[in-house]
DNA sequence: CATCATGATGACAGCGCTGTCATTCGTCAA
DNA sequence: TTGACGAATGACAGCGCTGTCATCATGATG
């Protein structure tokens, strides 16, 4: 095995199954058999193999593999945006939830575009996949059309919604809001308003569980909205409320969109010097680690995005593997709000 | 060419390019060269070509492709982690600077393990990536060595250091903490600590950097550092903090590690209702976007993280037509100091 | 001892595309 | 009209691996 060894690293060029073989005496499809189901090679057999794998440093052509196989071991993961820090939560919870099992994340994204999203869902759809992976329930008539034919797993993530392609892992965006909102009317305040940028679908449907808690509440009048389709931000926070405070002084309190906006709330909000929570309340979304450090702390809704990337990526390795939930399943992640100090604190 | 289409569609199987060859009535090579050199192709044919590939919605299959050509068309990034929303930025000016190009990005993560890495590189290498991008100068030996062989262009960004692989892109941190640490002294700051979590190479440079501003301020024997291996973060920076006050009163400034840090600090300081930039001076660095926006503003070293991934992409654009920086080029691309309020604001 | 089931292994072809040549065709100068 | 030349196109083989089926050795069974 030795000299067998020394003679196809002298060859200096890719080292292929083939040689693998050679230097275990074994054929190519033995060995291609070892990596695959070890169990169906004999134990001596695969030994060899597996240390002749080992002295070439042999690593497999996924190339290869998929146009052999037509299969890639490639999960597709479509998001609207890198620089969202919401998805970065998500992205670490795949990658955790990737390790030993030889899958790969290709990550592609729409810039919040449906069209770029379709053509996506397409490219990824027509290179046979392992998964795919969805930012929401949003997707246009034909990409629904799309991925109702295909035939791998496909998770959508970020929110629950009343028909999921295949899988659904994540939360009613509305029904936070609205309880975020319930919560500062029951604390008193008495003219919330709603800040939201990058007014993606999500955020639609926040904006609607703010809207019907203030219909509950008989505040619908007095409510405030103001939105914009620009990207989110700290600094969009502050604009976004100084521009609101000038128009509507009224306002007591402020439901943001996410923890971005809220931050700059705060401080705008401390720049003028209106008193958190008792001249202003304020309450995030995603509750975002910062919001518990802040000064005052921030209430917010919490969501689990870490769970939502490992559930998506765990969902796809249980169907690979014939397990996991049937489609058709929502898996509701939850939500929880985190009452602090920035809408007046915890009052068991 | 219609009833060849319908033919085809019927089969109702993968498209692939023999099928468009047949409905273009052209050979198969003739597509595969429509495809990679349009302008090896008549324009009659490559008209023709164009008009089966998008009725039959045609995409190329990249397994394929690869096998066949050697080449992979994918450019792998090796970055600690996704959750640092450092390289959040940089990730999304790669994607920008990606379209249209075919191109595509292979993200894999090191925890911030050297051994990762160097598997990571093994692993990519053997791939044939079109090139690879890794963060930052500290490659393990092995790694250097398997990547000095590689064929193909290497590009380390975050930082610039003496002896880049290939290409580097990025900036001194030592260099901007010195600066940022003398812009303390200079305000008259006169015991500045440094703050810092998740200590890795870069981090060490930015702290040999602090250190050496103190040393020719003859302040060597009054700084304090405070450091944490565990991963960045706001609540991270008020402990860091409430840990470095308790312990040392007489501090009147911190330099961070960077801005989660810093604004944990702000954070800590207000709720022990020290007056900042007076009684505390502040700066953080990479001057993420909140930085500007919080209450007081916080002076901190702006890095340009978006032009990075931008720039690390380009170059590796152009190295494979042919142009592009030879190997052994630094690019810098520097770095400024955002003086604010935390730190005494600018002074003319 | 013959028969069969079982597990282990191998031969073969082909996945979809592209590199390398060879061939065809039209065009122009001699 | 002929030959030479370049542009356009095609034939062929093979990239590295795996699915399918066939083969072989082994031990269990009656």
Redesign the interface.
């Known amino acids: 095995m030795i000299c067998a060894i020394i003679k196809i690293m002298q060859k200096n060029q ?2 292929t199954l083939a040689d693998v073989a050679e230097a275990a005496n074994v054929s190519p499809i033995t060995v291609s058999r070892a990596l695959r189901s070890p169990d169906k090679v004999s134990p001596k057999a695969r030994d060899r193999i597996e240390r002749a794998i080992a002295q070439l ?1 042999y ?1 497999p ?4 593999r ?2 052999a196989s037509g299969r ?1 071991d490639v999960i597709g993961v479509i998001i609207p ?3 969202n ?1 919401v998805f ?2 998500v ?2 919870g795949m ?1 955790d939830a990737l390790s030993g099992s030889g899958l ?4 592609a ?1 729409t810039g919040y575009s449906p069209l770029a999203e379709e053509h996506l869902i ?2 990824f759809l ?2 046979q996949p392992s998964g795919l992976i969805l930012a929401g329930h949003d997707q246009s008539p034909a990409a629904r059309d799309l991925l109702a034919r295909a035939n791998c797993p496909i998770v959508q993530v970020m929110e629950v919604g009343p028909k999921p392609i295949d899988v659904a892992v994540g939360l009613s965006h509305h029904d936070g809001a609205f309880l975020a909102a319930r919560h500062l009317i029951e604390r008193g305040y008495r003219a919330p308003a709603f800040l939201g940028a990058q007014m993606d679908p999500r955020s639609q449907r926040r904006l609607a569980g703010f809207r019907a808690a203030m219909r509950e509440a008989g505040l619908a009048e007095v409510t405030q909205v103001v939105t914009t389709p620009e990207p989110s ?3 969009m ?2 604009r976004l409320f100084a521009d609101l405070i000038a128009h509507h002084p009224q306002i007591d309190a402020v439901l943001c969109n996410n923890d ?1 906006l809220a ?2 709330v ?3 909000a ?2 003028r010097n209106l008193s958190i929570p008792d001249r202003l309340g304020i309450c995030g979304f995603n509750d975002l ?2 919001m ?4 005052p702390p921030i209430t917010s809704v919490q969501t689990d995005r870490y769970g939502m990337g490992q559930l998506a990526i765990a969902q796809i390795r249980d169907r690979l593997e014939g397990r996991g939930h049937p489609a058709g399943t929502s898996i509701d992640l939850g939500f929880a709000l985190q009452i602090r100090d920035s809408t007046g604190g915890w009052r068991g």
Chains 1, 2 share one sequence.
């Open positions: 890719k080292i440093g690593v052509n996924p190339a290869a998929a146009l890639t945006s890198v620089s820090n970065a939560e992205m670490r990658y790969t994340v290709q990550l994204t397409r490219v027509t290179q931000s700290v600094s926070g502050c971005d931050l700059g705060l401080f705008e401390q720049r680690e910062m518990e450090a802040a000064q």
